[in-house]
């Protein structure tokens, strides 16, 4: 969890999982939130973001795009939505969408995105949100909560149709579109990183609420990586990820000869805040390549269990 400190949010953000999980823990985040305040939701039908950016290259050399939209709900996002995450987001439909940069929210609205069914329908997004993923450096994930799809009749594309600026105002994503995950699929790794020394924070620890926050990698941490999954994920159940999840991630390194080496991190980190993020904590300054999972280990809120997945690190 974070403090925001702009003219956007100046307030604490206490987030759960509950617009991407479903109703797991739903009973103690009603109760722990009597004094929650939401900052990241959005509700404007219209784009209501003025720019004269047009730039779709960033300067680290990657282009706007989509990398993930994910159908993860179909009328089935917790009535507790309503207060952390979006007014009229219980019992909606849930799609995270994935941006390959981090966005600025002042620029999002549900306006900016158009979504389209099977049948051509074009369905309707009631609020977005960048809850629960808003840690330092996760703001790339936007859940999209509305009535846009069901079971017989999917969302099938998403397309940004107004101005969505990245988080440093320098690359607007407008224009672009993606296909849909469908409903019965479970999630997959789709993008990876390595975490600047700055935002590391050892030996933190998450949140004292059961949702915000995670926990950061233990002090002794050489180098992390954070992963993002097309949606939130859990174990089988609804409990969060931990050792034998930790065991079954595979880290491809190059090594100071040229050579590349496979390795598992010593400790997994963002856990308990039940977004769609975890920490990679490695003992090894070798460079990380590539990141990999095999299939089912974990699931999405509809019990969907993970094909194998790969991604290799942004650099």
Known sequence: MILFKDDFASRLTI????????????????????????????????????????????????????????????????????????????????????????VDVTTLDPGDFRITTASGDIGEIVCLTLAPADDEGELRTVLLTGAYGSLEDQPVTVETVGNILSLDNTINFKGLKIDVTPLEDGPSLVWAET??????????????????????????????????????????????????????????????DGTQAQITPFALADLNDRDNNHLLCLDTLDKAVSVSFPAGHVTDPREDLNPASSVMLAH
């Open 15 to 102: 987030t759960g999982l509950v617009a991407l999980t479903g109703g797991c823990q739903a009973a103690s985040l009603a109760a722990g939130s009597a004094n929650y305040e939401r900052t990241l939701d959005r509700y404007e039908q219209t784009d209501t973001t003025q720019t004269d950016v047009t730039n779709t290259e960033h300067e680290d050399g990657r282009r706007a795009a989509l990398l993930s939209a994910f159908y993860g709900l179909d009328d089935a996002v917790s009535q507790p939505a309503d207060r952390l995450a979006c007014e009229g987001a219980g019992g909606a439909d849930g799609m995270p969408v994935i941006f390959s940069h981090e």
């Open 195 to 256: 975490v600047a020394p700055r935002d590391w924070d050892l030996g933190g620890a998450g949140t004292s609420f059961g949702w915000g926050g995670g926990s950061k990698c233990p002090i002794g941490t050489a180098q992390i990586v954070r992963v993002a999954w097309g949606g939130g994920i859990t174990k089988p159940g609804g409990a969060p990820a931990g050792d034998a999840e930790r065991q079954l991630y595979q880290v491809t390194v190059r090594t100071s």
